[in-house]
């Protein structure tokens, strides 16, 4: 990113205020428009939630001729799990009900090599907290596999196809892809990406599913992944992939219009947060649009588009209508910061409390998910 652009992204961390526009036109990704009516139903493509695409029509085309395709992602476990998963994990349980193979990697070799996290830490965290949430979203095991990049299954088959792969990638890169793709860069992001890129493209080896549409959803800060596992699979004449296609989300914010960080409780809502810890969370840190008075918020009205509390209203509150109007009420100066906040606690309590109760369940079937 240039300085003109006034934030920075990448796969490793974000700062500043996004112009997804922008990003658009640099990424050379596509805004998603005219989807069919089974998408606009969804509350994430439909609120442009998920905003933008490299070769979706290819995914629409198998879920219309009802072919099969496989749904890639992962997950990094260095920390808590919080809404900012939400989006993702709503749409593994989406493209699974359309059809979809789900597949899902754990990235505890990145995390070592990113983050200096320990295999048996990263184990730990998935078992224990990511894969237990997914469950609870409602992911089914019948079409779902989950496995660690450092021991990817127990069919050695499978196992050695898929870490070949990673050399087969790494004989098609070059440094100076890797420095243009990420710019700063390490030997160990570097083995990171390539095994990443062996996870994006893996599904269609004749060893898993064979040659299928695989489409793979991120955040726009993961498109650098993209591109190279994109760039490289275009040289392999051996075997011939279908090219990867993939669907680019927002960032939801952290409670102070800055990251989500694991390391900062006070930048994100647990999904094993407490009723009274949300409401003190969104009460002492959200960053809120209203003005500095509630007699000039009545004046001169709010900013909903940079108001954090309004921004997880785009996720749990579902009905449309009802969000139109918080926006416009909002803008007007007739809904306070305090209201929207108190509305914003009492719907996602409502959320947690029932997912919460899910999660207890969820805990004893996360062996039928597991390839390893």
């Known amino acids: ?71 890639m992602t992962g997950l990094m476990p260095t920390g808590k799990f919080h809404i900012g998963h939400m989006i993702l994990a709503q749409q593994m349980v989406f493209y699974q009900k359309l059809g979809a193979k789900i597949y899902i990697a754990v990235a505890d070799l990145e995390a070592y090599n990113a983050r200096g996290q320990s295999l048996e830490q990263s184990r730990k965290i998935a078992l224990e907290d990511y894969i237990p949430n997914y469950i609870a979203f409602g992911l089914n095991a019948k079409n779902c596999e989950i496995y660690f990049q450092s021991s990817r299954s127990k069919d050695g088959r499978k196992s050695n196809a898929f870490y070949s792969l990673q050399n087969l990638l790494a004989k098609h890169s070059t440094f100076n892809e890797f420095k243009a793709v990420y710019g700063e860069i390490t030997p160990g992001k570097m083995l990171s990406s390539l095994l990443q890129a062996s996870d994006m493209l893996h599904p269609q080896l004749p060893e898993f599913e064979g040659k299928i549409p695989v489409v793979v959803p991120v955040g726009v800060d993961q498109d650098p992944h993209l591109r190279l596992a994109r760039d490289i699979a275009r040289r392999i004449k051996k075997p011939k992939f279908i090219q990867l296609s993939s669907t680019y989300h927002i960032m939801l914010e952290g409670l102070k219009r800055n990251k989500m960080s694991s390391s900062d409780p006070t ?106």
């Open 1 to 71: 990113m240039t300085q003109k652009s006034k934030f920075q992204i990448n796969p490793w961390e974000f700062s500043g205020n996004i112009d997804y526009e922008k990003l658009i036109k640099e990424f050379g990704i596509k805004s998603l428009v005219r989807l069919p009516e089974k998408f606009q139903k969804n509350t994430l493509f439909r609120r442009k939630i998920i905003f933008a695409h490299r070769d979706f029509d290819r995914i629409l085309d198998a879920v219309k001729n009802k072919k099969k395709f496989v749904m």
């Open 267 to 372: 930048s994100f809502i647990a999904m094993t947060d407490f009723p009274k810890e949300v409401e003190k969370k969104i009460k002492k840190y959200a960053f809120s649009g209203g003005q500095k008075t509630l007699e000039e918020h009545r004046k001169k009205g709010g900013n909903p588009d940079i108001d954090v509390s309004f921004q997880y209203l785009k996720i749990f509150e579902p009905d449309d209508k009802k969000l139109e109007e918080i926006y416009r009420l909002y803008k007007q100066g007739e809904l306070s910061t305090g209201e929207l906040k108190n509305y914003t606690i009492k719907k996602i309590n409502t959320f947690l409390k029932q997912h919460q109760k899910k999660l207890k369940s969820a805990q004893r079937n996360i062996k039928k998910f597991l390839d390893n």
